[in-house]
């Protein structure tokens, strides 16, 4: 897993490496990788905009890669991008877990029963 802190926040790291790959070999998709940035509420916002189409910030995002080929060359899941600033109470491992759910195909707007799925894995990878 690579990760980018591009924020003054400080990151254990290895905490969240070791989390991506519970989630990743829970999710029988051990053998792909997935990146992870932090990144200020300008950056964010920006993001947010350009592609959902909301001109505000928001705390996680997370970018679909499948069947791109990762730096590592292994098989690219995707990217989590995660706004520390927007994150509340500071529990930043929440929304990654949450943002790499939506990179494994889960997704909590479409209807109440998938948001209860994803709402449950939340729990358990935590």
């Known amino acids: 897993m690579e990760i980018n802190n591009l ?38 916002k920006k993001l947010n905009k350009k592609f959902r189409k ?33 994150v509340p109470d500071k529990n930043l491992l929440k929304v990654f877990v949450h943002g790499v759910l939506h990179l494994c195909g889960y997704d909590h707007e479409k209807s109440e029963e998938d948001a209860k799925i994803m709402e449950e894995k939340e729990k358990l990878y935590l």
């Open 54 to 86: 909301k001109d505000e910030p928001t705390d996680v995002l997370s970018f679909s890669a499948i069947g791109e080929t990762s730096p590592a060359g292994g098989e690219g899941l995707g990217e989590v991008v995660i706004c520390p600033d927007m």
């Open 7 to 44: 924020t003054k926040v400080k990151i254990d790291e290895k905490l969240f490496s070791t989390v991506a790959k519970k989630i990743l070999i829970g999710e029988n998709r051990e053998k792909e990788e997935i990146s992870l940035a932090f990144v200020n509420k300008t950056e964010i």
